[in-house]
């Protein structure tokens, strides 16, 4: 889809290439599968034993076991979102909807309401976003006037079995705790 200077998206229709020849028999392209796994193989073979000698190498590859042994995920990680609430428990949300335009997935769904404060214009009557669409750029993120939402609990996991289980609304954005 590509967004015109008028506004209007325009879908632009890209032909597979053709397959040649040697590519249509498959069993060229299946050795050239099984030689980069190989060399793979072969390489954390010797950095392995390398190591087991005792001598100084670049780390091997390793199986993690997960779910048992849970990934090590990098504390700059874009990981589930969170939001974030004020000093006086209330959603710091002020339903301005930058996020919910900037998102590229078109995932975030906000109703806004007018807020009981009479110093805050709006609040979130409902805010829900769809993991299963999530592309986790972290645009919603950026686009924040009041740092109302991070990516930043070091949860990836997202598992379920309907589509629908992947929606997070704003009760369960607002119980989510940064990683530790
Ligand atoms: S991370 Fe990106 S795709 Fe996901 S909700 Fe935020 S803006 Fe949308
Ligand atoms: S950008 Fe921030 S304040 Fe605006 S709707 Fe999104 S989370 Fe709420």
Redesign the pocket.
Known sequence: MIAEPDGIAKVRIVKAPEMGFLERIYLVEVLKGLLVTSRHFFINLWRHMKKALGRETEPGAVTIQYPEDPAVVARRS?TH?RLLRREDGAPRCAACML?ET????K??RIVAEESPDVMIEKRAKSFE?DLGR????????EACPVDAIR?DTGRVEMAAFWRTDMARDITQLLGERPRQ
């Open positions: 874009r979102h996020c900037i998102c590229p997935a995932c975030i976003i999530c592309v986790f750029c972290g645009f919603c993120v990516m």
